[in-house]
């Protein structure tokens, strides 16, 4: 399965971006789509994941300012990021999980810049 994530940029404090990550390629049910982050220096963080169901969870420094969805086929994810603060200066990768085959996908990242 390929991933591809898109809709970062710059943004200054207080404002929002929005996070595309559509996957294909999938021959079986995509289980777990996920958002991770690392900024430089930094290990990888746990941003958000969202289930087949619509199951949400979330990293304890992203709650209440983030949301993430799936549409309708279950092929993409959203990532909704408001109050955007320059500690989530990071790229921003997108994962999916396939129970069918085992393992992580990884996609390439996109980054995010906040800053005045």
């Known amino acids: 399965v390929q991933l591809q994530a898109s809709g970062g940029g710059l943004v200054q404090p207080g404002g929002s971006l929005r996070l595309s990550c559509t996957a294909s390629g999938a021959r079986f049910r995509i289980d777990i789509m996920g958002w991770y982050r690392q900024a430089p220096g930094k290990q990888r963080e746990f941003v958000a994941s969202i289930t087949y169901g619509g199951r949400t969870n979330y990293g304890d420094s992203v709650k209440g300012r983030f949301t993430i969805s799936r549409d309708n086929a279950k092929t993409t994810a959203y990532l909704e990021m408001n109050n955007l603060k320059p500690d989530d200066t990071a790229v921003y990768s997108c994962?999916?999980?396939?129970?069918?085959?085992?393992?992580?996908?990884w996609g390439r990242g996109t980054q995010v810049t906040v800053s005045s």
């Open positions: 994962s999916a999980d396939i129970a069918a085959v085992g393992g992580r996908h």
